[in-house]
Nanobody
Framework: VQLQASGGGLVQAGGSLRLSCAASASIGTINAWEWYRQTPGKQRELVATVTSGHSTNYADSVKGRFTISRDNAKNTGYLQMNSLKPEDTGVYYC?????????????????WGQGTQVTISS
């Protein structure tokens, strides 16, 4: 099971970025997508979650600025980031909680993307 994250980069404060995370076809059914970020000296922080029913949840620090979404047909999760601030700088990781079946046996797990760097200049 592989996740491929993309879309990071360097933008000025106030700008926007859209992160994407594509899952391999073998992943099965994705119940929830999450985006995390890691900043120097801090623990990895959960930024946003979207469930299979498209319910969303956000960290207080990004509410009103970030939007998480998913495209089930493409097995892809997205994080639209607007009004970016220097404190949004970090490595962003996507994660997918999945379940798949094989010959009557179900396997559940979490897959992680490789991380994509987001840098916001002031």
């Amino acid at each position: 099971v592989q996740l491929q994250a993309s879309g990071g980069g360097l933008v000025q404060a106030g700008g926007s970025l859209r992160l994407s995370c594509a899952a391999s076809a073998s992943i099965g059914t994705i119940n929830a997508w999450e985006w995390y970020r890691q900043t120097p000296g801090k623990q990895r922080e959960l930024v946003a979650t979207v469930t299979s029913g498209h319910s969303t949840n956000y960290a207080d620090s990004v509410k009103g600025r970030f939007t998480i979404s998913r495209d089930n047909a493409k097995n892809t999760g997205y994080l639209q980031m607007n009004s970016l601030k220097p404190e949004d700088t970090g490595v962003y990781y996507c994660a997918a909680d999945y379940i798949r079946s094989h010959e009557g046996t179900y396997t559940a797990g979490r897959a992680w993307g490789q991380g994509t760097q987001v840098t916001i200049s002031s």
